[in-house]
């Protein structure tokens, strides 16, 4: 389990901006796995990130949305995208303002797809 | 919910903490288990209990630490069904402190551990410079303990 992680995050990491790959216990916030780049605070990242997706899944729970598959914050200095996968499981990513997008989305949806099995 | 303390300089950097981390219960002691700071607690004997509770824990793991060869053991965690117990030392130049913090589930380990880490840095910045201390006698502990609860608990 621990190499399907390692490896989906290195596939991910392949694409042009990312500072940061993380998995994260959505319970916890706790990383699980990890690849940053120096000077990411990969604690902070990964309690922030596991916190920025309950207050939003709880969002779109009252609103009736449905559970929250992507989450995509845009920042002044970067980026940070968050799918949810099975088994409480958050794949984060930190990019800088370069990284594309729809890209990094669908490396990221790759992933949670492959730890599916 | 209520923040209470004994030492003042305790104060700002326990309020940021709870702010930040959402806790629900905090208790900064000694590892005696001389409360000098809570939030959350509304009854002294649920305080008292906790704090005696906590400073046994850190107490029990030391000795086993002890035992297997390390110096000390860091933080304990416990998860719940409904609420996480995060059991950590602290270093002050006023000696070493055990912080008991229970944290529900619109917070996570993770943050607490995130702020838990700021918080300690806080107080031992905080902290002022040892005072020299008298030897505990039976009638100062019982003194000391009523100070406590009244300034805890303000009665």
Not at chain 2, 83 to 105: D, E, M
């Amino acid at each position: 389990m621990s190499d399907a992680l390692e490896k989906a995050l290195d596939r991910i990491s392949r694409v042009r901006g990312m500072r940061g790959l993380m998995w994260v216990s959505a319970d916890d916030g706790l990383a699980v796995a990890q690849l940053l780049m120096e000077g990411v605070r990969g604690k902070a990242v990964a309690a922030l990130a596991a916190a920025l997706a309950r207050k939003v899944s709880g969002a779109a729970g009252a609103v009736g949305a449905g559970p929250v598959r992507f989450v995509q914050m845009e920042a002044e200095g970067g980026t940070l995208l968050v799918a949810r996968a099975p088994s409480d499981l958050l794949v984060v990513a930190l990019a800088d303002s370069r990284v594309n997008i729809g890209l990094a989305r669908l490396e990221m949806m790759r992933a949670v797809e492959a730890v599916k099995v | 919910m209520s923040t209470t303390v004994v030492e003042p300089w305790t104060e700002q950097p326990l309020l940021r903490f709870v702010g930040q981390s959402s806790a629900r219960l905090v208790v900064v002691m000694t590892p005696a288990g001389q409360v000098l700071a809570q939030h959350g607690f509304t009854r002294a004997v649920d305080l008292m209990s906790a704090a005696a509770l906590g400073a046994a824990i850190m107490a029990a793991s030391g000795a086993l630490a002890e035992q297997v060869g390390e110096r000390a053991f860091g933080a304990l965690f416990h998860a719940g069904q409904r609420h996480g117990i995060l059991l950590a030392p602290c270093a002050t130049p006023q000696g070493a402190l055990i912080v008991l913090t229970v944290f529900g589930r619109e917070t996570s380990i993770g943050l607490v551990q995130l702020f838990y880490d700021e918080f300690a840095a806080a107080l031992q910045r905080a902290a002022p410079a040892e005072a020299v201390r008298g030897p505990v006698l039976g009638a100062d502990f019982e003194a000391d303990l009523n100070r406590s609860l009244t300034s805890l608990f303000r009665r």
